[in-house]
């Protein structure tokens, strides 16, 4: 498995800002993933992010919107931008961790709530 | 559309019996399957990975896979109040295992004592 600390684990922000959610490793991954919880809801894959690349981002998400940066293969951000009260959710950042039995792990997310 | 779908319930099950979680997908390339578990206010937590068809069991849980049948079950053993979670089926999508991976709704499971 791999240790995956997220911060901030929760935040409250004003309509029309930013918030950026990082996401650190205890080993070097090649694939990261932010997802997105809405209230009651299952998990959406925001984003695919790979180290040296642009994110790869799902039907319905723009990179405008939820920026992303990958600096180096421990360490990620995810950006939400122009923030409205639709943003709130919480977001979480996954690994992928091991061979051909890839399993991914999660970090323990980010609620943000939007005022 | 790629979809995983579970009955969201809530099933209930007294302790001590055996709850059974289903799970069905649309795309017949998926080749890896996870059954995670969430406990309200807090992130998934992997439980079981199965790759090939058939059963594969780790302590009170046995995950079954049926790929003809693009189906997936989570089959919990002796049930605890303390597996009193949301059980969310995940699929990877994609014919390589990326550790990318498309949820379904969840089934919010409560085992009463």
């Known amino acids: 498995s791999a240790v995956i600390s997220q911060k901030p684990s929760r935040d409250i922000c004003q309509r029309g800002t930013s918030l950026t959610i990082q996401c650190q490793v205890d080993?070097?991954?090649?694939?990261m993933f932010w997802y997105r919880q809405q209230p009651g809801q299952s998990l959406t894959l925001i984003a695919t992010a790979n180290q040296g690349s642009e994110a790869t981002y799902e039907s319905g998400f723009v990179i405008d919107k939820f920026p992303i940066s990958r600096p180096n293969l421990t360490f990620s951000t995810l950006t939400v931008s122009n923030l409205s009260p639709e943003d709130s959710s919480i977001y979480l950042c996954?690994?992928?961790?091991?061979?051909?039995?890839?399993?991914?792990?999660f970090g323990q997310g980010t609620r943000l709530t939007v005022v | 559309q790629k979809e995983v779908e579970q009955n969201s319930g809530p099933l209930s099950v007294p302790e001590g019996a055996i709850a059974s979680l289903n799970c069905t997908y649309s795309d017949r390339v998926s080749q890896s399957f996870f059954w995670y578990r969430q406990y309200s206010g807090k992130s998934p937590e992997l439980i079981m990975s199965i790759y090939s068809n058939g059963d594969k069991e780790d302590g009170r849980f046995t995950a079954q896979l049926n790929k003809a049948s693009q189906y997936v079950s989570l089959l919990i053993r002796d049930s605890q109040p303390s597996d009193s979670a949301t059980y969310l089926c995940?699929?990877?999508?994609?014919?390589?295992?990326?550790?990318?991976?498309?949820f379904g709704q969840g089934t919010t499971l409560q085992v009463k004592p």
């Open positions: 995940a699929v990877n999508p994609l014919p390589g295992n990326t550790g990318k991976l498309i």
């Open positions: 080993s070097q991954v090649t694939m």
């Open positions: 996954s690994v992928a961790v091991g061979g051909a039995n890839t399993e991914a792990f």
